[in-house]
């Protein structure tokens, strides 16, 4: 049996880009649940239902700033690569604590929630998986032109 306090503050997410040192936050969105929703949690009918149960907020206040500093130490700490999220709560006492690290985040481009958090910063989609391939590119030692996309091999100009 694992016995763990009861998270009661704010809830959060942090997009992150990037392998070891060269990892990068995003942002952090605050996940607001609303009238109708299921109480206390994100839970996976609030997810479905984003649209109308969740309003998301991009912050950059103290607690932003918190959440990202703790989200990328554990990022780098395990060792995450390329891209995904960290999701955190807040204590009744408003520190964040770590609920998950998605390492292989939803990448849907109107329902996930990197790239709901993207589109929040004015990230393009293409963009965000454009990060996402240049880091894994660099972790396996793929050299590309700038700007360019599709098979190392691949002589085609990119669209």
């Not at 952090?28 to 907020?57: D, F, I, M, Q, W």
């Not at 793929?142 to 098979?151: E, F, H, S, T």
């Given at each position: 049996m694992l016995v763990e306090s009861y998270l009661p503050g704010r809830e959060f997410t942090v997009g992150i880009v990037g392998t070891g040192a060269d990892a990068v936050a995003l942002g952090t969105l605050e996940v607001v649940l609303l009238k109708g929703a299921e109480p206390h949690s994100y839970t996976y009918v609030n997810k479905e239902r984003c649209e109308e149960l969740c309003e998301y907020r991009l912050i950059s206040d103290d607690a932003a700033r918190e959440c990202e500093e703790l989200a990328l130490a554990a990022w780098r700490g395990l060792g995450c690569r390329d891209g995904g999220r960290v999701d955190l709560r807040a204590d009744a006492a408003g520190r964040p604590h770590i609920l998950e690290l998605n390492p292989l985040a939803g990448l849907h481009p109107e329902h996930s929630d990197l790239p709901i958090l993207?589109?929040?910063?004015?990230?393009?989609?293409?963009?965000?998986?454009?990060?996402?391939?240049?880091?894994?590119?660099?972790?396996?030692?793929?050299?590309?032109?700038?700007?360019?996309?599709?098979?190392?091999?691949?002589?085609?100009?990119?669209?």
């Amino acid at each position: 049996m694992l016995v763990e306090s009861y998270l009661p503050g704010r809830e959060f997410t942090v997009g992150i880009v990037g392998t070891g040192a060269d990892a990068v936050a995003l942002g952090t969105l605050e996940v607001v649940l609303l009238k109708g929703a299921e109480p206390h949690s994100y839970t996976y009918v609030n997810k479905e239902r984003c649209e109308e149960l969740c309003e998301y907020r991009l912050i950059s206040d103290d607690a932003a700033r918190e959440c990202e500093e703790l989200a990328l130490a554990a990022w780098r700490g395990l060792g995450c690569r390329d891209g995904g999220r960290v999701d955190l709560r807040a204590d009744a006492a408003g520190r964040p604590h770590i609920l998950e690290l998605n390492p292989l985040a939803g990448l849907h481009p109107e329902h996930s929630d990197l790239p709901i958090l993207c589109r929040q910063i004015g990230l393009p989609y293409l963009e965000l998986i454009r990060r996402i391939v240049a880091s894994a590119e660099r972790r396996i030692g793929i050299a590309r032109p700038a700007g360019r996309v599709g098979r190392p091999d691949d002589r085609r100009p990119a669209p």
